[in-house]
């Protein structure tokens, strides 16, 4: 793992566990854990940068999808509006959603993440809102939306490719189609929303893995003192 250049993630890391005590409990761990959120249409790339995130800087990926395609199991009522969400690519309501993120970031932050990104959220201005009215996150501290910039054509290629692996249920192409309608009519209001507010960190995800991966470090560099030799 290269870690050169990054010390300020390292950094993150001290200043959270500075003054606590040893019986700290889960809101008191969780109360100074660095977010950065991430978006970009269906098939963008998150997934696959998120990892290298997690594999390289040590950061933690919490995906929000892959939360909801586990709890979609089972026979309870809400397991029934998870799945329904999921089938349909329709976004699923904030207080499900934010509950099963609470407790990923919960973990994520315990287990000493220096950052935690959160892939795949807010989606809609309904997940903002409950984010930001939520008492649990009131102590993270978001600092920003790395986001990845992807055309629709290629979104659709890349969804085609991983529909054939029957990875996921809803690659097909009238689903895959639904969510890029989706993401330009309720995500992109809020790529434009924090971008407004000066808290986005924008990616060209057009290019092979290596080219976004390089990209991505380039756009993180003002959020972590990258130094790349
Ligand atoms: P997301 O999480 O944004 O939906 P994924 O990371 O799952 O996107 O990527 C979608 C599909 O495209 C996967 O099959 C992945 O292997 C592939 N993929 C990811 N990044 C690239 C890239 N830069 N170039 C080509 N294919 C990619
Ligand atoms: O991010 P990902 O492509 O894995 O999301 C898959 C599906 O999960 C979305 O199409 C949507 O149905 C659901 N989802 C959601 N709310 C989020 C993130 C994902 O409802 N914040
Ligand atoms: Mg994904």
Redesign the pocket.
Known sequence: RRRHGYDEAAAFARDRDRGRGAATGPSEAEEHARVLFCL???????????ARLEHEFGWAHV?A?ELLRAARAGGSEESRVIADCLDRGAIVPVAVTLRLLRRAIDEATRRGAPVVVV??FPRNADNVEGWEADAATKGLDVRGVLF?DVPHDVLLQ??A??GA?G?RDDDDAETARRRIRVYEEATRPIVDLYARRGALLSVR?????E??WRLTKEALAPLVGAQEE
């Open positions: 970009g249409g269906p098939g963008a790339g998150k997934g696959t940068q998120c995906s999808g892939d795949g990845y890349r969804i490719v991983r692996s990875e995800g057009e290019g092979d893995v080219e976004v």
